[in-house]
Antibody, heavy 117, light 107 residues
């Protein structure tokens, strides 16, 4: 059974760095792309980026150099790191896995991140 | 970036109705179009992939179609469990982009 679960800090201060872990089970990270998407009040659903089954990454240029996606296959975990947080980054962050030759077939429950001092 | 223009933003409907939601792509995306359903407090759920294919477990009253750059999600014989927000997504090129959502609600 495919399962994904995000774990995040909840509250982050402006200018600080966000770190979220996506822990998966029921499949191997070396066989599937893993995506990150967020949902904010201001912009709705936004694709952030992904890490391929081979380990290379692709990012939405909207996040420029603020975003980094990595993984630890031995722990079945994917990581999102984003620096220089702003209040507009407040929202729910999701990890998701592909199926049917495309993205977002399986989703985690999401983790709410609030950027506030 | 490819813009996905979704309409309507809100759709009041009655149980048993047939409803259609549309997304128009600003550039050619082929059939790289997916539809998602999101209920309050829940993660989005994949409903349609490849513009016309039902994802596993999705009731057959849902269907997807394409006419040129217009993509539609149709729900036949609305049930109460279908009340949700629906989003389209293009994954033909980066950045992947979502529509702004259609809130389907009971009239």
């Amino acid at each position: 059974q495919v399962q994904l679960k995000e774990t995040g800090p909840g509250l982050v201060q402006p200018t600080q760095t966000l770190s979220i872990t996506c822990t998966v089970s029921g499949f191997s990270l070396t066989s599937y792309y893993m995506q990150w998407v967020r949902q904010t009040p201001g912009k709705g659903l936004e694709w952030m980026g992904f890490i391929r089954s081979g380990g290379s990454t692709e990012y939405n240029s909207e996040f420029k150099s603020r975003l980094s996606i990595s993984r630890d296959t031995s722990k079945n975990q994917v990581f999102l790191k984003m620096n220089s947080l702003k209040t507009e980054d407040t929202g729910v962050y999701y990890c998701a896995r592909d199926r049917y030759g495309g993205p977002f077939a399986y989703w985690g429950q999401g983790t709410l991140v609030t950027v506030s001092s | 970036d490819i813009q996905m223009t979704q309409s309507p933003s809100s759709l009041p409907a009655s149980l048993g109705d047939r409803v259609t939601i549309t997304c128009r792509a600003s550039q050619d995306i082929g059939n790289y179009l997916r539809w998602f359903q999101q209920k309050p407090g829940k993660s989005p759920r994949l409903m349609i992939y490849g513009a016309t294919n039902l994802a596993a477990g999705v009731p057959s009253r849902f269907s997807g179609s394409r006419s040129g750059s217009d993509y539609s999600l149709t729900i036949n014989s609305l049930e109460s469990e279908d009340m949700a927000i629906y989003y389209c997504l293009q994954h033909n090129e980066y950045p992947l982009t979502f529509g702004s959502g259609t809130k389907l609600e009971i009239k």
